[in-house]
């Protein structure tokens, strides 16, 4: 295995019990591997697809980002069909990444899959190394602060993609400060924070300051995050669907004026606010019945 990683967890791993054992799918998965590899590579070679062969690191790079929320998406959903094409597609433009940037600077695509495999191995010495009795929030703990020594901050919050949405940003900021006991006791502690970011937000916009409300609304969004992180939700996809929603109820509303003979501008908010409602119930009432079925 490559040795040549640079780990701060490397002195506490034993390397006699360093390799985990042979999975029972091991061969399965390796030759579905292989045959990925060679799609791959047969696609961005001189016999396969011109746009394939066409491509960089760097014109990947959007659709990583694009295949990543599109798994997310299908999480938050609770479809399973559609989280396993979605990991499908994910896995071909890892590999075809992996390619590219062999082609790019000669690192093989096996050599990436070794140095991931030494580092996740360092990075675990409660289970490769010294036995140490760690509960989850824990292992958390131990990891970050790990990752804190190899890139050399000197936060224990690091820094975040600058490409990664704020929302996620906030999320592992949270995530990061939590794991060395930086958390609420319970769900309460953290509700309460919501109506107190809320009732602050309230007050600065009476003052018509403006400045005060967007720190206020910063903080609220922030704390927002914070709750779905304390019961385990994705913030960004959780938010992607909620505005789904609110374009299928806000389109429906429309159908139902257009089919009336109105428009949104002359039946004024207390109508359109009826209408919305009576969506919302004959959304429910659907799902009741797809629920009966």
């Known amino acids: ?148 020594r190899e890139a050399g901050h000197g936060s224990l919050l690091g820094r975040s993609p600058e490409r990664l949405p704020a929302l996620l940003q906030a999320y592992r900021v949270q995530e990061k400060a939590a794991s060395v006991g930086f958390d609420w006791q319970d769900v309460e502690g953290v509700l309460a924070k919501v109506r107190e970011e809320i009732e602050e937000a309230e007050r600065a916009i009476r003052t018509g300051q403006e400045e005060r409300v967007a720190e206020e609304i910063g903080d609220l969004l922030f704390a927002a995050v914070n709750l779905a992180r304390f019961v385990k939700l994705d913030p960004e996809a959780h938010l992607l669907l909620a505005v789904g929603k609110f374009r299928r109820r806000f389109d429906r509303v429309l159908e139902l004026l257009r089919e009336q003979g109105r428009s949104p501008q002359e039946v004024g908010m207390p109508e359109l606010d009826r209408l919305w409602e009576a969506v919302k119930r004959e959304e429910e009432a659907g799902k009741g019945e797809a629920r009966g079925r």
């Open 1 to 148: 295995m490559d040795t040549d990683v640079p780990c701060h967890y490397t002195s506490r791993v034993n390397p006699t019990h360093s390799n985990p054992p042979p999975a029972i799918d091991r061969e399965e998965f390796a030759a579905a591997a292989a045959d990925l590899l060679d799609l791959v590579r047969h696609l961005s070679g001189p016999h396969g697809c011109p746009w394939d062969r066409e491509q960089t690191s760097k014109s990947l790079s959007p659709y990583l980002v694009e295949e990543a929320h599109e798994i997310g998406e299908a999480i938050a959903r609770g479809d399973r069909a559609a989280t396993r094409e979605e990991l499908g597609d994910l896995l071909f433009l890892v590999v075809f990444l992996a390619v590219t940037v062999e082609r790019e600077d000669g690192s093989k695509p096996a050599e990436v899959i070794r140095r991931i495999i030494t580092k996740m191995i360092a990075r675990h010495p409660h289970v490769f190394g010294e036995r140490r009795d760690l509960d989850a929030q824990g292992v958390l703990r131990q990891w970050e602060e790990g990752k804190q």
